[in-house]
């Protein structure tokens, strides 16, 4: 379970980083515009410089292997993305590793590499969770869910507009109780 409150100030944030970026509250917040108002660098793996083009091809030929990694050093972190996934799956898995940042959480296991740099390989399930929390609602926060319903927008619409999966969509709107509160309108 995340910790009481978290749902709340998750919502909070979204918005807070919506004014930040002078989004409306309900507009879709790109996860790539976010990383670079937090000055994170998003990679492909062909952006790795010296990294040797059969390598490139092992990463991109293995899809389901891997979504996200994120590099470190003191001073800026590096995401380097799976860009043979969709893109709103990218955008999910890039909303994923910038909220781990975002909430300054601690691994569990890091490994070390010459030069200062370090890979971030696990966190434990709790920072996860809230990791998972915090990224589903930057992508579609609560107000966003009752602009979509009160405007009557369709969920291919939705999910276009927001580059979001229509399993993010759905999830989202009955765990935020925007479905329950619509059916009852009628
Ligand atoms: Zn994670």
């Known amino acids: 379970m995340a910790r009481r409150g978290f749902k709340t100030w998750a919502e909070n944030t979204a ?24 000055k994170i660098m998003v990679w492909t793996p062909e952006m790795i410089p010296g990294l040797p083009k059969k390598w490139v091809l092992v990463l991109k ?36 590793e910038l909220s781990h940042v975002i909430l300054a959480h601690k691994p569990t296991r890091v490994d070390f590499y010459d030069g200062g ?37 369709t969920q291919v619409e939705a999910i276009k507009k927001y580059n979001v999966s229509k399993e993010l969509f759905n999830m989202r709107l009955n765990l935020t109780g925007v479905n329950k509160q619509f059916r009852k309108r009628g």
Do not use: G
């Open 15 to 38: 918005s807070n980083y919506r004014d930040k970026l002078e989004i409306k509250e309900v507009d879709p917040l790109c996860a790539w515009r976010l990383a670079d108002h937090l």
């Open 61 to 96: 030929k293995n899809p389901s292997n891997w979504s996200a990694a994120t590099l470190a050093n003191v001073d800026s972190p590096l995401i380097i993305l799976n860009s043979s996934h969709p893109k709103c799956r990218q955008s999910h898995d890039l909303m994923h």
């Open 117 to 153: 740099f370090f890979l971030i390989n696990s966190y434990n399930s709790e920072l996860e969770e809230e990791a998972d929390i915090l990224a589903r609602t930057l992508l579609l926060p609560r107000v966003a869910l009752v602009s979509i319903k009160t405007n009557k927008m």
